[in-house]
């Protein structure tokens, strides 16, 4: 377990739900991986995720599943592509990332509360 944090720490961490609205290869990446973009509401929009999550999703299979992201990091430039957003998951026994959801649709852009 890492170190405890307090709960000012918790709370700069911005963990909203998204919509992904479109998800492609990208063949540019180190490791193989997709090209998410994310609906966020209206008051974020939509951003950009590169998300190594192929082992266990189709891009098909991804459109219109919502995500956990955290919206508050500053952009990130992978490859060609610059990221703005870090989708969460878990690893399984095999390595392989399973992306973390909702049980229910709930408004884009909603934050963990």
Known sequence: MKPAISWQDFEKVDLRVGTIVSAAHFPEARKPAYILNIDFGSDLGIKKSS????????????????????????????????????????????????????DFNVPNGSKLL
Do not use: D, W
Not at 84 to 99: D, I, K, P, Q, Y
């Open 51 to 102: 998300a190594q999550i192929t082992a266990l999703y189709e891009p098909h299979e991804l459109v219109g599943k919502q995500v956990i992201a955290v919206v508050n990091f500053p952009p990130k430039q992978i490859g060609p592509i610059m990221s703005e957003c870090l989708v969460t998951g878990f690893h399984n026994e095999r390595g392989e990332v399973a992306l973390a959801n909702v």
